[in-house]
Nanobody, 115 residues
Framework: QVQLVESGGGLVQPGGSLRLSCVAS????????AGWYRQAPGKQREWVAG???????NYANSVKGRFTISRDNAKNTVYLQMNSLKPEDTAVYYC?????????WGQGTQVTVSS
């Protein structure tokens, strides 16, 4: 079974940066796509960023220009670089890897943006 392990969350001040990592137990070169989602208290889980097999990326309007999704195939890792963080970015962040028609989720990592 595919396993995804997330890390990099924590507490950061507004305007700060964090880099989330999602390490897969299989080669991410074989994936169809990968992405990041987040869920804030009292809200539904929302899509944040995605990257296709070919490397093209897309972002939610709320994070465009501030967040960058990338991957390192050699390390089987998907990243989310988060810059200029705002309090409204506070949420549990989840990575998603798609292999064929199957979706695999990370365990989630808490990101808190507060002064």
């Amino acid at each position: 079974q595919v396993q995804l392990v997330e890390s990099g969350g924590g507490l950061v001040q507004p305007g700060g940066s964090l880099r989330l990592s999602c390490v897969a137990s299989v080669s991410i070169f074989s994936i169809s796509a990968a992405g990041w989602y987040r869920q804030a208290p009292g809200k539904q889980r929302e899509w944040v960023a995605g990257i296709t097999r070919g490397g093209s990326t897309n972002y939610a309007n709320s994070v465009k220009g501030r967040f960058t999704i990338s991957r390192d195939n050699a390390k089987n890792t998907v990243y989310l670089q988060m810059n200029s963080l705002k309090p409204e970015d506070t949420a549990v962040y989840y990575c998603l890897v798609q292999i064929g028609v199957d979706d695999y989720w990370g365990q989630g990592t808490q990101v808190t943006v507060s002064s």
